[in-house]
C-alpha cells in the first residue's frame, strides 16, 4: 500500500501483482526488459466532494495498473507504464527516459 497525500487530497493506491513480463523495444536508447504489471486499487481517504462522480469512478474500477521496471544496481522499482480506464476508453502513460544520479554524502569532519 502506498499512503499518498497531494496537498489536497489524501488516497491509498494498492498494489497487487498481475504477472511478470518482458519488455522490449527497438530503439537502443528505449528500456527493454523484466518488468511487473500490477493491479492498481484506489482508494480515497479525504479531501474529496462526496458525489464527485471521476472519483467514484476510479474508487469502483478494478483495470487500473501499472507497469514497474528495476533500477539498475538499487532494490527500486520505478513506474513504466500506467494505463487508466475512462468513461471513454483508456488512457496510457509510458515512461520515455529515466535518469538516476547518484547521490553525494557530505562527509562529516
Given amino acids: 500500500m502506498l499512503p ?23 530503439s537502443a536508447t528505449a528500456y527493454s526488459g523484466p518488468a511487473v504489471i500490477c493491479r492498481v486499487k484506489f482508494i480515497p481517504i479525504a479531501g474529496y466532494k462526496a458525489n464527485d462522480p471521476g472519483i467514484k469512478f476510479m ?3 478494478n483495470e487500473i495498473e501499472v507497469w514497474l521496471i528495476p533500477v539498475s544496481r538499487t532494490n527500486m522499482y ?8 475512462t468513461p471513454v476508453g483508456y488512457g496510457t502513460a509510458v515512461v520515455t527516459s529515466i535518469q538516476v544520479a547518484g547521490s553525494k554524502r557530505a562527509s562529516a569532519d
Fill in 4 to 26: 499518498v497525500f497531494d496537498g489536497k487530497q489524501r488516497f491509498d493506491l494498492v498494489l497487487k501483482p498481475k504477472k511478470a513480463v518482458r519488455v522490449q523495444n527497438r
Fill in 59 to 61: 474508487a469502483q474500477s
Fill in 78 to 85: 520505478v513506474p513504466y507504464r500506467i494505463v487508466l480506464p
